[in-house]
């Protein structure tokens, strides 16, 4: 089916506030939530139902999305709709204790899982890329990417900076369209951040959307101000236009050894997202049309230096981290720095303890369509967890900074134990009517026990399990058996087809006791799967947690 | 731990009777499975925890298996254990309609999907291969391959020759492991075999089981005594001690047109499988030893002169297909056989149109250990559907011709609506007490809606969907929503690591209301998936099917 602005037109805004349009809040929950993924303000690209993340869609075409519609209005309380690949095939027989909708995206018979045999199957109208929380309709924005890099900080500011970055320097490059978040991220963890970021233009979108805070041509400039508000403990963020090795040169120049250090240049492409040093942007911009091969080559040189500066800054003491951008495999398989492996990368270093934990990009989202409800929600959480100071200090400075996209929402990292806490008290409200309407609660794939992603979330595993995917398909089924309203199976979503698989759950809470023994069920177990998984790998961070809920199956069978 | 004749004797025998030593009949049933699929008569290599096909395992290691006992026999009615490519992995709440254990085996991201990288994890203890019904304790024995070459039969003599293969002449090759089965099959069918089989041994292995009627060393004799029996519409089976080309080249030579052709060497191995012709069994035996390259030569050249003539046996009238040994693709690739792809594979052609109507290898076993069980089941069976004389001829053989391995267990095909018919019944037997113990309903993962395997089950499909995996995903999923007693999703079972994709389903008939419930339920949806997977890829009898049993979405949202 051709997609035209018609179909986009056609398709209506979100449905919002009290009424249902369905026969149950939870096909409701979905309804709004499909709608919600293909919002304006919240896809990148609605009339190809493109949502984020490459092509990744949230239906298959027109036709497939209208059938879903079709079918979740038509759909009873004791029956699943399933889907796949982003078009529904078949509504059957359950009961009301099960998920409302199943769906698989992008699964291939892995000697077949590759782009070419892929786009293939997706142009004879056969697959959909899913992407992470696309295909799975519970995408909330930008919001997710912020929190995402508020949370790395956050964990860098507990191991090593007493749980604040207050008095810190931080320094970073790269102000794109997920660097961009960093210096966010970094003041509302207190800290000052020095980026470089070689184009102008990148900088002054993120003054514009107040991501950043100030903005200068000189390093030397940058470097000052940078250490006043460190000295005076200041959270600022500073933007430097030049590029990364000259800012980090005059900093090993000076003798100025930065706190923590990272980056976020596009270093995984080398022609495309990474600037030469010793040239303009414009230079850059022709050489890059006009002779491909040098570009990549002088790409690569500055890389090589790139790294071996932040080797020689984190031997003076900076806590330095790749932040998944592949800047160190560049340097050490293109260019021979043997040892660019000696800084680690982000999510072994600040994700995995978090995952130990059992902790996660926990999100839901207010069903009426009003803000106030989220800021119900804020308060709650607020009180719930008094003693989680960097959660704290997320809710408040979410409330001023973030700006909502489609359906008002939130996310924060919450743990084995917490997110249950979370859910019932959610559940609380809307039983109370404290919230207007129900309030969805879902989370990203990107989670402690639902992906294996060997280049990413379960790269340099303690066991070497990085490619066992058993985990994510438990998952899916322990929150299918567990009575999540709804739960995916998606491939290839993150770093592309062949290189992950990963599971994502949604519960509604809608007020009634029913929902409130699903929620206390699901919300232990969908973390209890990481906990697992990092305790099988070995882990003593998930040994403790497993300890404390009481996960460990040889304690509980040697008792 | 290291696998020692010790442990399994550790073991000891699988539980039967109507004594429980869990805390419930679906706890005990997996109990009861788990010990069957490892029973000395039942498992290839008990003491390596081998169940069957190559090194499909039942549980990761000893240490596992015990593992996995105790938790079973700890677990309460509304909790579920999770098993990760067969060791256990963790325990969690759930309810009563849900599963009890849920398996996920040898499931590896995509692009680490071979066997290289899954034999390093196996060595490193973190995976194992669990084949189809090895790591989903649902194996019965040999029963199964009887079952599906009599079923593959079945559907030629329904296409071909009114549902009967009585006064046909059916000529194959091969009667190793598998192939063995074939005279079996197709006397039961009430047709004539006449088999060609290199090696004398095979054929008396298979004259002492009774799978085989006759032998001789003379292809005249065989095939004068074949011909015999076609004229008098007696059914039997002749092995004949030649290569499988001099069979075929006496046929061509006295103009004699088999009904029927097909082979079951083991083409797809040259060099251990395949016999090249003009040399006796000594004389290949020594040059696979002394010169391998040479023997793998002459097998390749042999198999190109054996399907070229098949080719001319099916220009003359010969119904021809290749049984999945691959022996067309090795004419094909190797030998440039350029039309060997003219006979289709048995998949397309006989299992396809079986699986479009939802039908697939349905299976019981008696967990009394009393095989009167299943006699009794047998009758109700037969009670049950009158009119399907396929199953009549097949379970009234079996009860003759078969020997139960470990648990009496049944095998037949059985489609959509029939299989929950067959499942409430048994749980009628239960409830009344005509059986003495629970009945566990299980399924080959080889079924409609449960597997993608380009090169087998999905190979060809009518859309060009054969790698989507979404299939087994979805049934997996909706089996768990169901409330199926254990559910897994595996990887690699039958044409190994990286080429499939499959989901396992067991369900007990216990004899309670919920039990009648579940298996309403899940009997149904189990083989709607593959209706519903065929409907989508645009084949007819699907269609119909789909409508008899009003599975289709867009007929019921368009009402
Ligand atoms: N693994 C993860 O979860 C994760 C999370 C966030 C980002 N990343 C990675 O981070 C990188 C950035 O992502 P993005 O979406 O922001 O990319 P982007 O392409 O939108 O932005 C990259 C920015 O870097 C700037 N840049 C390039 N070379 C430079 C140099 N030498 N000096 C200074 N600035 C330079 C560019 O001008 C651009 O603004 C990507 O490689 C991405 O994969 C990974
Ligand atoms: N796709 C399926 O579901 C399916 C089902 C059954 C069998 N198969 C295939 O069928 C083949 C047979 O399986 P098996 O387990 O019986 O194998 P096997 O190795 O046990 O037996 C093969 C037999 O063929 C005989 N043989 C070899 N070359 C011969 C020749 N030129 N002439 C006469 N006899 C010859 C051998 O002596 C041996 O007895 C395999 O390739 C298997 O993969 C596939």
């Given at each position: 089916m051709a997609t035209t602005i018609t179909d986009i037109s056609k398709k209506g805004k979100t449905p919002t506030g009290t009424?249902?349009?369905?026969?149950?809040w939870i096909q409701e929950a979905a309804l709004r939530m499909l709608y919600n993924n293909l919002d304006p303000d919240v896809a990148e690209r609605p009339e190809d139902l493109v949502v984020y993340g490459g092509t990744g869609k949230a239906a298959r075409n027109w036709e497939a999305f209208d059938l879903i519609v079709k079918a979740l209005k038509d759909l009873e309380e004791d029956e699943t709709l399933l889907v796949q690949s982003g078009k529904p095939v078949g509504i059957l027989p359950t009961h009301k204790d099960a998920p409302r909708v199943l769906i698989s995206n992008s699964m291939l018979v892995p000697h077949w899982a590759n782009w070419k045999n892929f786009r293939e199957l997706e142009a004879k109208g056969?697959?959909?890329?899913?992407q992470m929380t696309a295909g799975s309709w519970i995408y909330i924005g930008s919001q997710g990417i912020v929190q995402g890099t508020y949370e790395t900080f956050a964990e860098v500011a507990r191991q090593h900076?007493?749980?604040?970055?207050?008095?810190t320097l931080n320094v970073t490059a790269g102000l794109g369209g997920m660097g961009g978040a960093q210096p966010l991220a970094i003041t509302m963890n207190e800290g000052v951040c020095l980026a470089a970021e070689v184009e102008e233009w990148r900088i002054r979108k993120r003054l514009e959307t107040r991501y950043l805070d100030k903005m200068t041509h000189s390093i030397e400039e940058g470097i000052e101000w940078a250490l006043d508000a460190k000295a005076k403990g200041e959270a600022i963020s500073i933007g430097v236009v030049c590029n990364a090795v000259d800012l980090l040169q005059a900093l090993i120049d000076k003798n100025i050894t930065p706190d923590t250090l990272t980056d976020q240049t596009s270093?995984?492409?080398a022609l495309v997202g990474y600037f030469p040093e010793d040239m303009s942007v414009e230079e850059a911009n022709v050489l890059r049309q006009q002779d491909p091969e040098q570009y990549v080559s002088r790409s690569l040189d500055t890389m090589a230096h790139h790294v071996r500066q932040m080797l020689e800054l984190q031997k003076r003491g900076a806590i330095t981290f790749d932040y998944g951008n592949n800047l160190r495999g560049q340097a050490h398989d293109l260019?021979?720095?043997?040892?660019?492996?000696d800084f680690p990368g982000f999510v072994p270093a600040y994700i995995r303890p978090l995952f130990c934990e059992g902790k996660g990009p926990f999100r839901w989202v207010a069903l009426s369509g009003d803000p106030e409800d989220i800021r119900v929600t804020d308060e709650v959480l607020l009180e719930l967890f008094p003693e989680n100071k960097s959660l704290a200090r997320w809710i408040k400075m979410a409330q001023e900074r973030i700006a909502f996209q489609g359906l008002p929402a939130r996310i924060c990292w919450l743990g084995q134990g917490e997110r249950e806490i979370a859910g019932l008290a959610f559940n609380k409200l809307v039983r109370e009517g404290k919230v207007k309407a129900p309030i969805v609660i879902g989370r990203d794939h990107l989670d402690t026990g639902s992906v294996a992603s060997p280049n990413r979330e379960t790269e340099a595993m303690k066991d070497g399990s990085d490619a066992i995917a058993d985990w994510p398909v438990l998952n899916a089924m322990i929150n299918t058996a567990g009575g999540a309203s709804w739960v995916s199976l998606h491939h290839g979503g993150g770093v592309g087809i062949g290189y992950s698989i990963h599971a994502g759950m949604v519960i509604v809470a809608d007020g009634t006791e029913e929902a409130e023994i699903r929620l206390k069920r699901v919300l232990h177990n969908d973390p209890a799967m990481g906990v697992l998984r990092h305790l099988d790998a070995g882990y003593d961070i998930a040994a403790d947690t497993a300890r404390k809920h009481r996960l460990n199956l040889k304690d509980r069978l040697n008792k």
């Open positions: 009424e249902l349009n369905t026969k149950g056969l697959s959909m890329y899913g900076f007493n749980g604040t970055l207050k008095g270093a995984h492409d260019r021979g720095v043997e040892n660019a492996f």
